[in-house]
RNA sequence: GGCGGUGUAGCUCAGGUGGUUAGAGCAGCGGAAUCAUAAUCCGCGUGUCCGGGGUUCGAGUCCCUGCACCGCUACCA
């Protein structure tokens, strides 16, 4: 019996919901725990939600909820979206769950009893020491600063002093440092290994586990006042979602003696290579065994953003292809672990070409012959067929070569491997063509090709499991199989089905899509520019006029807003501007703004604003649009 | 500034330890076939392998150097 396999995704933080990044990992660490389990390992599949920190706890004000609420909110989210992707994780841990919590608290004991090699104490309370804004009530790098001042609010910075405890991170960094070169800890791929390697030779420093500012959080059990800096704390959900101080045996099958394989993309290299594993030896925890960092992606060329546009809500590519394709294109854009570019039209393309046209297609033509000609039932197999002893050699072989893929974390070149084998039956089936024996009355012959190539689709199917767990259950439904033929074993040899067996095919697997013609393409980019133009009547609907401003001040519970009285000329009205994080309310008495006068009225948090000012960001800092010349209040734009 | 990565056909990318005419998929062009989801199959690429040096009998593959882009990190500030 082998190690059983446990794979993770990193716990996602609930300030956003679940983008096409979130979704790439999470189908990755699906697939090979899909593929460990039908090759016989047993597997423990975990993901959840990163719910703590101080921006949730700001995002769920905003929201005007309690952070619980809100991150309830946020991760049904996430819930769906997996289901949607037919993600089939062994449990979702959430960081503000008891379990967890119990069990970050009881680890913090430990280290704080842990001593170092040298005999020193892991935990260490001292002074956080750092520039300090008190409006933003938060501590600002010097990276932050501009020009000394903090951007948001043009005051200087207060040095501060904050009790901290710290983890002595120092003393365990040649020992981690020798296991990663020794590769006791695999980090995968080779770049990102040389890329830790490189922290160590730049040095490293103790860091602070702990924060005094922050409420939404863990309570550090040997000093309340503290609340567990929530990298620590997240980095823990891997151990506590499998029984670490709750359930020995759990605990000791999934950790201690299982492969334990963390996935993620590249940006959280330091928490997961340094942090977690000096951790973990300060704990007198074992490692992960492997770490695997895959690149990023870019969508059509540009960084995925908000503002762009470009981002791709995996909702929408389940609802266009259905769960199995959105995760057969998204893994087959580029190969596993290097940065790529996702390109939208490569989407319909590709799902044409690969899974309708070569898979799905052989899929139908196979069956159908055998429901036209042979009663619906599979013919038994033949010698002498052209190409036979190729195609059985290579479709015996390839679950070898999957394997090995799988097992070195190329999910890319398996399944190019598997599609592969599906082009060479294509060939196979035209060159014995069946329909032509079938015609010169030689129906044994092209039975045999048929069951050939059913043999193929079995094997294929078994081996696309994985990846299109739905598909490849379709498949083999056809044939009559069922679940139980969902075992690597079977895909390594021929000859499985029996002839006679029934034939039941229905609809296409894949039907194939509608392909937009790089003309319509192009016309409907047309139609894109010409309606983002408007003439000067539109432009001339929107009222803007010049306005001064009376009275600002900060809408309570809200941190972004100022409700703001104005004066119009000829009327006083009030606004509501999402401002307060650029502006305070006494520098801005006074000016003269621009705003929109016909803007339909809104309530913003129960306040009503009537019109709406303008302004523009440059970078983290936002300006108010004032007239140059001494407008008086009204003067309309033109 | 340091470290690392990338740069190969129109597009996306393969090309262990250097070795015959540099490959795949897609797109494009031509043809065959008609069982099948107008799907399939066959044929078609004179690519400065980013530039320049070097090592070698021989380099996309090793060394040096330059350029472009990306990532990590530092410092100046």
């Given at each position: 019996m082998r190690k059983p396999f446990y794979v993770t995704t990193p716990i996602y933080y609930v300030n956003d919901r679940p983008h096409i990044g979130h979704s790439y990992t999470t189908i990755a660490a699906d697939l090979l725990a899909r593929f460990h389990r039908i090759s016989g390992r047993e597997a423990f599949f975990l993901t959840g939600t990163d719910e703590h920190g101080s921006k949730v706890a700001e995002a769920a004000e905003a929201a005007g909820l309690e952070p619980r609420q809100f991150c309830d909110r946020v991760v049904k989210h996430f819930k769906d979206a997996w289901e949607k992707l037919s993600i089939d994780n062994s449990d979702f841990i959430r960081t503000t769950q008891d379990r967890h919590v119990r069990a970050v608290r009881n680890l913090l004991n430990v280290l704080r009893m842990a001593k170092t090699d040298?005999?020193?104490?892991v935990i260490y309370s001292g002074l956080y020491e750092g520039l300090y804004c008190t409006a933003c009530e938060k501590f600002l790098t010097e990276k932050d600063l501009v020009g000394g001042v903090?951007?948001?609010?043009?005051t200087p910075p207060a040095l501060l002093k904050e009790k901290n405890y710290f983890f002595r991170l120092t003393a365990f960094t040649d020992k981690l440092r020798k296991l990663i070169e020794k590769e006791e800890l695999i980090i995968l791929p080779e770049e990102r290994r040389h890329e830790v390697l490189g922290l160590f030779k730049q040095g490293l420093t103790d860091f602070s586990i702990?924060?005094?500012?922050?409420?939404w959080g863990i309570p550090l059990p040997?000093?309340?006042?503290q609340v567990c800096y929530v990298w620590v704390e997240a980095l823990c959900n891997y151990i506590t979602a499998i029984g670490?101080?709750?359930d020995e045996e759990l605990f000791k099958k999934w950790w201690h003696e299982a492969d334990a394989v963390h996935l993620m993309a590249k940006d959280i290299l330091k928490f997961h290579c340094i942090y977690w594993p000096a951790i973990l030896m300060a704990a007198g925890l074992p490692l992960p065994n492997k770490i695997f960092l895959h690149g990023f992606f870019t969508v059509d060329g540009a960084k995925m953003s908000k503002t762009l546009g470009n981002q791709i809500d995996p909702n929408e590519l389940v609802e266009e292809f259905g769960p199995d394709a959105a995760r057969y294109l998204l893994l087959t854009?580029?190969?596993?672990g290097v940065d790529g570019d996702i390109q939208r039209s490569n989407f319909v393309r590709k799902y044409n070409s690969?899974?309708?046209?070569?898979l799905g297609n052989l899929v139908s033509r196979v069956a159908k012959m055998i429901i036209a000609n042979y009663d619906g039932k599979l013919p038994p197999p033949t010698a002498k067929l052209e190409g036979s002893r190729e195609l059985i050699g290579k479709a015996e072989e390839l679950s070898e070569s999957v394997i090995d893929h799988l097992y070195n974390f190329r999910i890319g070149a398996a399944i190019d491997d598997t599609i592969g084998l599906v082009r060479l039956t294509n060939r196979f089936f035209d060159g014995n063509a069946p329909w032509k024996l079938v015609k010169e009355g030689d129906t044994k012959r092209a039975g045999g090709v048929l069951y050939a190539c059913s043999e193929v689709l079995r094997i294929v199917s078994i081996l696309l499991y994985p990846t299109m767990p739905n598909k490849a259950k379709e498949i083999l439904s056809i044939y009559g199989?069922?679940?139980?033929?969902?075992?690597i074993g079977l895909a390594?040899?021929?000859?499985?089905l029996k002839p006679g067996t029934e034939i039941n095919f229905k609809d296409a697997v894949f039907p194939r899509l509608k392909e937009q013609k790089k003309s319509e393409v192009a016309e409907m980019e047309k139609e894109e520019k010409s309606s983002e133009m408007i003439d000067i009547d539109e432009f001339a609907r929107a009222k803007m006029v010049v306005a001064e401003i009376l009275e600002a001040e900060k809408v309570s519970?809200?941190?972004?807003?100022l409700k703001i009285q104005i004066d119009i000329g000829d009327e006083k009205r009030q606004i509501i501007a999402g401002i307060a994080e650029y502006y305070a309310p006494d520098e801005l008495k006074g000016k003269k703004i621009v705003v929109v006068r016909n803007l339909k009225p809104a309530t913003i948090r129960g306040i009503d604003s009537n019109g709406m000012l303008l302004a523009a960001h440059k970078g983290k800092k936002l300006y108010l649009v004032t007239p140059e010349g001494d407008l008086p209040p009204g003067t309309l734009l033109s």
């Open positions: 040298a005999g020193e104490e903090c951007p948001d609010h043009n702990s924060r005094e500012h922050v409420t040997f000093d309340e006042s670490y101080s709750a854009q580029y190969p596993f690969d899974l309708a046209n070569d199989l069922g679940e139980d033929e969902l075992d390594r040899t021929f000859f499985q519970g809200a941190d972004k807003l």
